[in-house]
């Protein structure tokens, strides 16, 4: 039980962990010939993570039978909120420099941008309802099918990251793969819930 009360403030300051990187690396001038762009990647990056660690939350109790690690999935959930827009607010302050014009013309011109703010828009409402008293308005069944949206979020920070890359496509491929595998781990579990009605 007093594993259970820890594992919450446990992950919370786990999940603080990148941020707290770059806020020390900022400070010690280690983050590179260009800090910008460093600090857009990893955002960028732990954004994706954190959406594929929270889908895999309930296939990892499903597989490991640990109830208590679905206590934290909400927590995960807004942390990918937390770093993607942390990375937007990097674009649009840092690199944009708020010129509303250029950032449209970015998003209609270069496709990768396109999937990343498509990915964003779809987080909003995620995180918009992410409250118990939200879920009791919207009432179970529509908030999991509204929370379905995050596979689309995830697939779409995919094609983001890989559209973004040029020359090294292994690593967005490899969080492609990932997302695939915990979308057949999900269909499987739907069509054995369905197979026992």
Same mark, same amino acid.
């Given at each position: 039980?007093?594993?259970?009360?820890?594992?919450?403030?446990?992950?919370?300051?786990?999940?603080?962990?990148?941020?707290?990187?770059?806020?020390?690396?900022?400070?010690?001038?280690?983050?590179?010939?260009?800090?910008?762009?460093?600090?857009?990647?990893?955002?960028?990056?732990?954004?994706?993570?954190?959406?594929?660690?929270?889908?895999?939350?309930?296939?990892?109790?499903?597989?490991?039978?640990?109830?208590?690690?679905? %206590?934290?999935? &909400?927590? *995960?959930?807004?942390? @990918?909120?937390?770093?993607?827009? =942390?990375?937007? !607010?990097? $674009?649009? +302050? #840092?690199?944009?420099?708020?010129?509303?014009?250029?950032?449209?013309?970015?998003?209609?011109?270069?496709?990768?941008?396109?999937?990343?703010?498509?990915?964003?828009?779809?987080?909003?409402?995620?995180?918009?309802?992410?409250?118990?008293?939200?879920?009791?308005?919207?009432?179970? %069944?529509?908030? &999991?099918? *509204?929370?379905?949206? @995050?596979?689309?979020?995830?697939? =779409?920070?995919? !094609?983001? $990251?890989? +559209? #973004?890359?040029?020359?090294?496509?292994?690593?967005?491929?490899?969080?492609?793969?990932?997302?695939?595998?915990?979308?057949?781990?999900?269909?499987?579990?739907?069509?054995?819930?369905?197979?026992?009605?």
């Amino acid at each position: 039980m007093r594993g259970a009360r820890l594992l919450k403030p446990l992950i919370f300051a786990a999940a603080l962990g990148p941020l707290a990187y770059l806020a020390l690396g900022a400070w010690q001038g280690r983050l590179g010939a260009n800090p910008i762009e460093t600090v857009t990647r990893s955002t960028g990056l732990w954004t994706l993570r954190f959406m594929l660690i929270t889908l895999a939350v309930t296939p990892a109790r499903r597989l490991t039978g640990w109830n208590d690690i679905v %206590r934290v999935r &909400r927590m *995960l959930g807004l942390f @990918a909120f937390f770093y993607g827009s =942390l990375h937007l !607010v990097t $674009y649009v +302050w #840092l690199d944009q420099f708020f010129d509303l014009a250029a950032i449209a013309k970015d998003v209609v011109k270069r496709p990768f941008i396109t999937a990343g703010f498509s990915a964003y828009a779809l987080l909003v409402p995620l995180a918009i309802t992410s409250t118990s008293g939200m879920i009791r308005r919207l009432g179970g %069944r529509w908030w &999991r099918r *509204l929370h379905r949206l @995050a596979y689309a979020a995830a697939a =779409l920070g995919v !094609v983001h $990251y890989w +559209w #973004l890359v040029k020359l090294d496509t292994q690593p967005p491929r490899n969080y492609g793969i990932l997302l695939a595998g915990l979308l057949l781990m999900r269909a499987a579990t739907s069509w054995r819930a369905r197979r026992q009605i």
